[in-house]
């Protein structure tokens, strides 16, 4: 079975220039995650999703990323305009239940010059 | 979500055993935890998890205090390909997150 799928795996853009990551979670996974991850530093949690519905985004920074995962599966975080400081790895993941394991994808390495 | 602390880094040498402690001193009866690792370029890798019992995989063995306030992730004959950062994570099930530290660096001596 195919793991959690993110593409780009890695991205350079101009800093104030639009972006955008794609994440395909493991089939039959209500539940999604956007991580951020700084270098030498754990994953942040961005959003997550219970199927369709975005049940935690407090720690999305709504002036420049938003995301959405339509009909509950595939899932896509951008970011509009791109800074200095958003240069990070953004880890998807996804798990079927409470009390079972997440997933995660390999990440997309962003850049911004 | 209640944290954890564990420590910065470890020096095991390769096949001999090793003992990554956690502490999580304000962990909640519904909390459980979970041990990801996490090699150079990849996302995180699940290892183990449990609530109450010690609890045993192909991987580790996680260990977990009678008060529940600590655990060990138990790594029986480490590899150099076991080298990576061992994060400790509480899972709420009311909160549906893993909060992640800053995990421990294994480094593995051949």
């Known amino acids: 079975e195919a793991g959690v799928v993110q593409s780009p795996r890695y991205k350079i853009i101009e800093k104030k220039q639009p972006v955008a990551f794609w994440c395909n979670p493991i089939s039959g996974h209500n539940t999604l995650y956007w991580y951020l991850q700084n270098l030498g530093q754990g994953p942040e949690l961005l959003i997550r999703?219970?199927?369709?519905?975005?049940?935690?985004d407090s720690q999305l920074p709504k002036d420049r990323f938003s995301a959405e995962r339509l009909k509950g599966v595939d899932s896509t975080l951008k970011i509009q305009p791109a800074e200095l400081g958003d240069s990070a790895v953004y880890l998807c993941?996804?798990?079927?239940?409470?009390?079972?394991?997440?997933?995660f994808g390999q990440g997309t390495r962003l850049t911004v010059v | 979500d209640a944290k954890t602390t564990q420590p910065n880094s470890m020096e095991s040498n390769e096949e001999e055993p090793v003992h990554l402690p956690c502490n999580h001193s304000?962990?909640?009866?519904?909390?459980?935890i979970h041990w990801y690792r996490q090699l150079p370029s990849q996302g995180p890798e699940y290892v183990i998890h449990g609530l109450t019992s010690n609890v045993n995989n192909r991987m580790a063995s996680l260990a977990i205090a009678e008060d529940r306030k600590s655990s060990t992730l138990i790594l029986h004959r480490a590899t150099l390909r076991d080298a990576a950062v061992y994060y400790c994570?509480?899972?709420?099930?009311?909160?549906?997150?893993?909060?992640f530290g800053t995990g421990t660096s294994l480094t593995v001596i051949p």
């Open positions: 994570i509480l899972r709420s099930l009311t909160g549906n997150q893993f909060y």
């Open positions: 993941a996804s798990s079927l239940g409470l009390t079972t394991e997440a997933f």
């Open positions: 304000t962990i909640s009866g519904t909390d459980y």
């Open positions: 999703y219970e199927n369709e519905e975005a049940v935690d």
